[in-house]
């Protein structure tokens, strides 16, 4: 399974990007990258997946690095409500989804 | 659309006692998935369903059991709970363990046991 490795926590402004790395360096050749976050106590929520090309949707756009060892999510005109843990997790051995720790992001005003 | 809906949402246990979290999804999903988070942790994987039928252990299955009732339902079972799982527990469920979908998440069952 990807090990990923992100940093523990990043602060962003209120209407500036939010780029939230990830070290994926393990990932094999046809494991998807995965982007969730976590708000307060609740359930993850998915925003996007991603396996070699730049993905894009209505939530963030997520950029995987050519040699596919690391990518970096972006919230373009990130708001308070965007505070939460970011998990970025390769789906590994059947699809297992292993989380990590995750990225705090704290959007301030 | 209700998704994935767990019950309860809140239990305190006296150590020693069972019990049964209960999971249910309506996305006609194949596979589901079980999860513990302790405070300040990432989830950890307890067990995992990729079809009914079948169960599989993940990280961390000691002291649990699970049972795949139907295609919606996807329970956890602590036969004698013990205060160190006092957690936060959450139910998943994917249309499939292919790597091209994602995974659905319920709000949790946040368990104490005293």
């Known amino acids: 399974d990807a090990k990923t490795t992100q940093p523990t926590s990043m602060d962003c402004a209120e209407g500036r990007a939010a780029n939230l790395p990830c070290n994926h360096s393990?990932?094999?050749?046809?494991?998807?990258v995965y982007w969730y976050r976590q708000i307060h106590s609740q359930g993850p929520q998915y925003i996007i997946h991603?396996?070699?090309n730049n993905e894009t949707n209505e939530m963030a756009s997520l950029i995987i690095t050519e040699d596919r060892k690391s990518s970096t999510l972006i919230l373009p005109h990130a708001t308070l409500r965007d505070t939460a843990v970011y998990y970025c997790i390769g789906t590994g051995t059947a699809s297992k989804l292993t989380f990590g720790t995750g990225t705090r992001l704290q959007v301030t005003l | 659309n209700a998704g994935v809906t767990q019950t309860p949402k809140f239990q305190v246990l006296k150590t020693g006692q069972s019990m049964t979290l209960q999971c249910a999804q309506d996305?006609?999903?194949?596979?589901m998935y079980w999860y513990r988070q302790d405070p300040g942790m990432g989830l950890r994987l307890i067990y995992y369903?990729?079809?009914?039928?079948?169960?599989d252990k993940g990280e961390v299955p000691n002291g649990y059991n699970v049972s795949r009732l139907n295609k919606r339902e996807f329970s956890l079972r602590l036969e004698s709970a013990a205060p160190s799982q006092t957690s936060v527990y959450f139910c998943?469920?994917?249309?499939?363990?292919?790597?091209?979908?994602?995974?659905?998440f319920g709000q949790g069952t946040r368990l104490t046991v005293v």
């Open positions: 998943a469920s994917r249309l499939s363990l292919g790597e091209n979908t994602e995974a659905f």
């Open positions: 369903s990729a079809s009914e039928g079948t169960t």
């Open positions: 991603g396996l070699k």
């Open positions: 996305m006609n999903h194949n596979s």
């Open positions: 393990t990932i094999s050749g046809n494991e998807y």
